[in-house]
């Protein structure tokens, strides 16, 4: 019967907890040197399907694949943050309209 050990998981690592290079180089090793993902997954210490979206973005960023490269979904990702600070302006302006254009009528 298997029993119930004591050690505390380990803590969940957070999304893009990596940083730019070192996944570059991690993605490297597999492209450019020919090695295979499982070999350098377990050198380095990174679950293999976390390496294939690694390599997939890779490949988009050096033009071999198509997708949203790197810096076109950063981008994307201001823009959108632009989108919706705008909308919430335009929103208090249309409140704020209401509000004067209700005031002045008294």
Request: hydrophobic content about 30%; proline content about 4%; aromatic content about 6%.
């Given at each position: ?58 490949r988009?960023?050096?033009g ?43």
């Open positions: 019967m298997p029993t119930v050990t004591q050690d505390k998981p380990e803590p969940v690592r957070r999304r893009g907890q990596y940083p730019k290079e070192y996944r570059r180089d991690v993605c490297a090793l597999v492209l450019d040197q020919k090695r295979s993902v499982a070999n350098v997954a377990k050198e380095v210490g990174v679950a293999e399907q976390t390496i294939y979206l690694w390599l997939r973005q890779e988009i960023d050096r071999e694949q198509q997708g949203l490269s790197t810096s076109e979904r950063e981008e994307l990702s201001a823009l959108r943050k632009e989108n919706r600070r705008l909308k919430e302006e335009r929103d208090l302006l249309k409140k704020w309209t209401t509000f004067w254009i209700r005031e002045s009528d008294r």
